[in-house]
């Protein structure tokens, strides 16, 4: 349909080809945008940037310029940017007992501080109508057991997204979350090794089935599309999940 023709984006994250970046960069592209795929692996961002015909950009969201530069390569390559997303997130459990000032600076640094550097640099470059996406998680609303810095720092970034729709609504941009529920993805894979855990979870889907990497990119597609029409929004992608509950440890792990 090449909903995207004639827009630029720029898709960080995009380092693991078949996780969530690699997959929205790969549906972004198919549908007529120029894509710039980034993220800390120049291997796999060349290889993408191959396949889909776009510009493959190192970026660390957790070194300072970094972001900065990621923009201004997109601009000068391509002359604009239309889009933005941001899909970086690390993800390591621990309970509140166990967690040390560093393990919280890490994921300040990768699911906080560095989504809001991206958001303020694709705002300032953006024109009118442009859209700006960050992936946080529909977990923040499940208050989810030993997740503490995951889902602290992603609802921190999910209020700043209400924050930054306000300030800059002057250039009608669209600033949304991009909430997924647990999908299969290499960050999570080893959570869908095991039949526990993801039998747990599909019981509270009242779609039946957990989501997929197509069903978050095809939703982060509509955000970035011009048939979007929402800002300072969170779109869930987890099959209703939000609804019910997460599973007990007993429930996804017999303990």
Known sequence: MARLNDKVAVVLGASSIDGLGGVIAKTYASEGAKVVVSGRRQEPLDELAKEINGKAQICDITKDGDVENLFKVAKDTYGKVN????????????????????????????SFIGPVIFIREAAEIMEEGGSIISTTSVTVELSAVGLSGYVGTKAATDKVIQVAAKEYQHK?????????????????????????????????????????????????????????????????????IHLNRLPTAEEMYGQ
């Open 83 to 110: 889009i933005a997303i941001n899909s970086t997130g690390i993800y390591e459990p621990g309970p509140l007992n166990e967690l040390s000032r560093d393990h919280l600076r890490k994921y300040s640094e990768v």
């Open 172 to 240: 009608r941009l669209k600033i949304n979350s991009l909430s997924p529920g647990l999908v299969d993805t290499p960050m999570t894979g080893g959570l869908f090794e095991m039949e526990g855990p993801i039998k747990a979870m599909t019981k509270e889907s009242p779609l039946g089935r957990l989501a997929d990497v197509n069903d978050v990119a095809n939703a982060a597609l509509w955000l970035a599309s011009d048939e979007c029409f929402t800002t300072g929004d969170f779109i869930r992608v987890s099959a209703g």
